[in-house]
């Protein structure tokens, strides 16, 4: 290719990014005016916000994969809103951590982070009104339901709004660019278990230290040219490492799911889901005609896990996701039988369905 040839590519390039820049500012002046007209009203809206990302996602022809198109309309939108109000929210920290990762794919980058040091505190800076909405870690792939967010959800005032699926990639980091003279590995003890028999392979003789977080991990990786840390993405770029090894876990699928929480719940979107927490009569086969109504409705149930109850010794209370919004009709009619027959029935919030 000629250099006139170029020329002509990035002098159109140029001319595209002028209407570009245009075009979004436009966009930020709208969202403005509308944030106006709500008068102090919601500023998020979480089910227009799916809207918005699904649309774009069908519309795309390419070349951008649909998950990069994605991407930059949720940064777009971050930053407009932004300009209504911009949004706090809470998580479990440090910094650094998947929480963070979740944070910044659901909110975009314009959020103001508010890095919690339990996920209790998580709760309480949200209810409190110390931050406008929480994402908290509820279920991974791998190890299964995290229990002291399903315990809390039954207490709190808070209503799920939505929810953010975040592939888990593990890397290792270092220094140096490259596996020579590491002598300790440090992470997280999940994140060591998950990368198990790659660092059985690679790195047989190296000590392996479980410390709180990722994020604590890549800071003693910093410190210290012998060794090397497991974490993620934002951890690396955190504390400047060198990812000198990509996505080493064990399970190539592994996956976390979080969810949103705020003051309320989310309009329809046209794709959600409903989270309920019930429990059953303590006589046989209480389960079974607790749930009926859902199938006998056609209303498909997409998760069940039990925890045991604070009320009573071999007690449980049981998590249900459905799909569907609260305000479906045959959601709607569900749920009422659902209350006929449960001892406690309780609506954690309707969502927007995760835009991968």
């Given at each position: 290719?000629?250099?006139?040839?170029?020329?002509?590519?990035?002098d159109?390039?140029?001319?595209?990014?002028?209407?570009?820049?245009?075009?979004?500012?436009q966009?930020?002046?709208?969202?403005?005016?509308?944030?106006?007209?709500?008068?102090?009203?919601l500023?998020?809206?979480?089910?227009?916000?799916?809207?918005v990302?699904?649309?774009?996602?069908?519309?795309?022809?390419?070349?951008?994969?649909?998950?990069?198109?994605?991407r930059?309309?949720?940064?777009?939108?971050?930053?407009?809103?932004?300009?209504e109000?911009?949004?706090t929210?809470?998580?479990?920290?440090p910094?650094?951590?998947?929480?963070?990762?979740?944070?910044?794919?659901?909110?975009?980058?314009?959020?103001?982070?508010?890095?919690?040091?339990?996920?209790?505190?998580?709760?309480?800076?949200?209810e409190?009104?110390?931050?406008d909405?929480?994402?908290?870690?509820?279920?991974?792939?791998?190890?299964?339901?995290?229990?002291?967010?399903?315990?809390?959800?039954?207490?709190?005032?808070?209503?799920v709004?939505?929810?953010?699926?975040?592939r888990?990639?593990?890397?290792?980091?270092?220094k140096?660019?490259?596996?020579?003279?590491?002598?300790?590995?440090?992470?997280?003890s999940?994140?060591?278990?998950?990368c198990?028999e790659?660092?059985?392979?690679h790195?047989?003789?190296?000590?392996?230290?479980?410390?709180?977080?990722?994020?604590?991990?890549?800071?003693?990786?910093?410190?210290?040219?012998?060794?090397?840390?497991?974490?993620?993405?934002?951890?690396?770029?955190r504390?400047?490492?060198v990812?000198?090894?990509s996505?080493?876990e064990?399970?190539?699928?592994?996956?976390?799911?979080?969810?949103?929480l705020?003051?309320a719940?989310?309009?329809?979107?046209?794709?959600?889901?409903?989270?309920?927490?019930?429990?059953?009569?303590?006589?046989?086969?209480?389960?079974?005609?607790?749930?009926?109504?859902?199938?006998?409705?056609?209303?498909s149930?997409t998760?069940?896990?039990?925890r045991?109850?604070?009320?009573g010794?071999?007690?449980?209370?049981?998590?249900?996701?459905?799909?569907g919004?609260?305000d479906?009709a045959?959601?709607?009619?569900?749920?009422?039988?659902l209350?006929e027959?449960?001892?406690?029935?309780?609506?954690?919030?309707?969502?927007?369905?995760?835009v991968?």
């Amino acid at each position: 290719m000629s250099d006139d040839q170029i020329r002509q590519h990035r002098d159109a390039i140029d001319d595209i990014d002028v209407q570009i820049l245009k075009l979004i500012n436009q966009r930020a002046h709208h969202a403005h005016e509308i944030g106006v007209l709500k008068g102090g009203g919601l500023v998020y809206r979480p089910e227009r916000e799916a809207q918005v990302l699904r649309r774009v996602k069908d519309l795309n022809q390419g070349p951008l994969p649909s998950e990069s198109v994605a991407r930059l309309f949720r940064e777009i939108m971050s930053a407009c809103l932004s300009l209504e109000k911009p949004l706090t929210i809470a998580f479990l920290g440090p910094l650094g951590t998947f929480s963070e990762s979740a944070v910044v794919k659901h909110f975009g980058h314009a959020a103001q982070l508010q890095p919690s040091v339990s996920i209790d505190e998580v709760f309480r800076q949200t209810e409190a009104g110390m931050a406008d909405y929480a994402v908290v870690p509820v279920e991974n792939s791998t190890e299964g339901a995290v229990g002291r967010s399903l315990d809390l959800m039954t207490q709190t005032p808070l209503k799920v709004c939505g929810e953010v699926v975040l592939r888990i990639h593990q890397h290792l980091m270092r220094k140096r660019p490259d596996l020579v003279g590491i002598t300790r590995i440090y992470s997280h003890s999940q994140s060591l278990a998950q990368c198990h028999e790659w660092l059985n392979l690679h790195l047989p003789n190296a000590e392996r230290i479980a410390v709180a977080s990722n994020a604590e991990a890549a800071r003693l990786a910093a410190e210290d040219v012998n060794t090397a840390a497991i974490g993620g993405e934002a951890a690396a770029e955190r504390y400047e490492l060198v990812k000198v090894v990509s996505n080493i876990e064990d399970e190539p699928n592994n996956t976390t799911r979080f969810l949103v929480l705020g003051q309320a719940d989310a309009s329809r979107s046209g794709k959600d889901k409903t989270s309920l927490v019930m429990s059953a009569k303590n006589q046989p086969g209480a389960v079974f005609q607790l749930l009926a109504p859902l199938a006998e409705n056609g209303v498909s149930m997409t998760k069940l896990e039990s925890r045991p109850s604070r009320d009573g010794l071999w007690e449980y209370v049981f998590f249900v996701d459905v799909e569907g919004h609260r305000d479906d009709a045959l959601v709607q009619k569900a749920m009422k039988e659902l209350a006929e027959r449960a001892v406690i029935l309780r609506v954690l919030g309707s969502y927007p369905v995760a835009v991968l």
